[in-house]
């Protein structure tokens, strides 16, 4: 089959070059991405340019024109990987076969954007990732394949979101495979859409940790913002000290023992780490930053501090209610969001950003 492929970051360019390894033609690619640019390791355009695929701008898929073109090139699949652009719907029905996009989030229930981070936010145990066919709107339209994989206890956005990738690729791989054999075989799974939860862009309470949230919200909640030396699409988690100092929260885990002092009370402390309450049990917070600056725990904290978010911060937005429909648009890929992930692949391609 003839298949064109929508592609951005290094989810792209392993699976752009999947398709044109597999038996299928990748006949042209649609990626934001530009050749010349190594700042942040190989490009799709690169990868399309070493194979002698044509390119068009990733954005050319929210114009109904863009069907014309693909007719005119006999594409019969057209595949979305990290690839944020809404497709218009007379392009949706352009390829002979169908449109499949990679999500980095178990449809119907984590459908948006950033999935990886949101799961860890509200304390999963699993999560999985998704290649769906596309229909207009924002991850709608049957499932083809679907994989799970455990959480656990260390694992943060960045692992999560690198589990995203690894297992997308081999969903990639299975339609590969089932479109080269028999088309017929490529499942058709309806999407439960009084299951479905849509997760928007904002990051809850702006990415302040609320200690008056349960140990699950605000472990999670550093969990979600830990992309080691990567930049984060939810930025990096804080919480403001008795003095008002801005304080940057690397690293949390959960201790399982009840918390009877307020929360956000500072208990033991010392240069590694320091034990917090939240609303029901304490946790352990450590590698804590200061403009930047890795700094030791009790250098800035002592016990019975009481730590603080700012009074204006406004309340999550984008945790999803089943049924939520998605936004009209999704903006242009950027650093600071990625869902669709996913979307996000902030663990496999990004700039360091200050440690």
């Not at 988690?237 to 003095?243: E, I, K, M």
Request: glycine share 10%.
């Amino acid at each position: 089959m003839r298949i064109a492929v929508a592609a951005e970051e290094s989810a792209g360019v392993q699976a752009l070059r999947l398709v044109a390894g597999s038996a299928h033609e990748a006949c042209v690619v649609l990626t934001e991405s530009n050749s010349g640019d190594r700042t942040r390791g190989l490009t799709v355009a690169a990868v399309a340019d070493e194979l002698g695929i044509d390119t068009i701008p990733g954005a050319a898929v929210r114009d109904p024109s863009l069907a014309g073109i693909l007719r005119a090139r006999d594409v019969d699949v057209l595949l979305n990987v990290h690839s944020l652009y809404v497709v218009n719907p007379a392009v949706l029905a352009a390829p002979r076969f169908g449109c499949f996009n990679l999500h980095p989030g178990p449809l119907p229930r984590y459908a948006g954007l950033n999935t990886p981070n949101w799961a860890l936010y509200q304390g999963e145990t699993t999560h999985g990732v998704t290649l769906h066919w596309m229909a207009p709107g924002i991850d709608t339209g049957p499932i083809a394949y679907q994989e799970s994989f455990p959480l656990a206890t260390e694992d943060n956005g960045f692992s999560v979101s690198a589990t995203c990738v690894r297992e997308g690729l081999r969903l990639v791989s299975r339609l590969l495979d089932d479109l080269g054999t028999d088309p017929a075989r490529v499942p058709v799974i309806e999407q439960d859409v009084t299951l479905r939860r849509y997760f928007g862009r904002d990051v809850p309470h702006d990415g302040w940790i609320q200690w008056t949230e349960g140990a699950t919200h605000v472990a999670g909640l550093v969990r979600a913002c830990d992309y080691g030396p990567w930049t984060s699409p939810w930025g990096r988690a804080r919480t403001r000290g008795n003095d008002g100092l801005e304080i940057t929260v690397r690293r949390a885990h959960r201790t399982g023992r009840p918390a009877e002092d307020p929360p956000g009370t500072v208990g033991r402390c010392d240069s590694a780490e320091a034990w917090v309450a939240t609303r029901d049990e304490w946790i352990v917070i450590s590698r804590l930053q200061v403009a930047g600056t890795v700094t030791p725990a009790d250098a800035v904290l002592t016990t019975g501090d009481v730590l603080t978010a700012p009074e204006n911060v406004f309340e999550k937005r984008g945790a999803g209610r089943p049924g939520q429909p998605g936004p009209a648009e999704s903006p242009a890929p950027a650093a600071h969001m990625r869902a669709s992930q996913t979307h996000s692949d902030h663990a496999l391609r990004r700039q360091p950003a200050s440690d």
